[in-house]
């Protein structure tokens, strides 16, 4: 079992930055990749940002070059820094990271921290 939590969300102005956390508890030797996510009002979850455990990394098209996915291994926590933040960000982000045991992998979500981005 992997718990996370996120945190770091609130409210910001256009052009601001915010940098979430996600930190993660539990069976941590087994997690392969961490990832964020974010749903607004009304939509699908999308995919935001991922690290593998090499620290290879890969964003979605609309936050390339604003958004720096990263993971300190030694406090076993992802970030997300999120620069030039536009009203269009505004969501609640969630963490995930993805967990091997063996041959089958599990999927564990945070709660969710809300990003709200004033114009």
């Known amino acids: 079992q992997v718990q996370l939590v996120e945190s770091g969300g609130g409210l910001v102005q256009a052009g601001g930055s915010l940098r979430l956390s996600c930190a993660a508890s539990?069976?941590?030797?087994?997690?392969?990749?961490m990832d964020w996510y974010r749903q607004a009002p009304g939509k699908q979850r999308e995919f935001v940002a991922r690290?593998?455990?090499?620290?290879?990394?890969n964003y979605a098209d609309s936050v390339k070059g604003r958004f720096t996915i990263s993971r300190d291994n030694a406090k076993n926590t992802a970030y997300l820094q999120m620069n030039s933040l536009k009203p269009e960000d505004t969501a609640v982000y969630y963490c995930?990271?993805?967990?091997?045991?063996?041959?089958?992998?599990?999927?564990?979500w945070g709660q969710g921290t809300q990003v709200t981005v004033s114009s």
């Open positions: 690290i593998t455990s090499g620290g290879s990394t």
């Open positions: 995930d990271c993805v967990a091997g045991y063996g041959i089958n992998t599990v999927t564990y």
């Open positions: 539990g069976s941590i030797f087994s997690i392969n990749t």
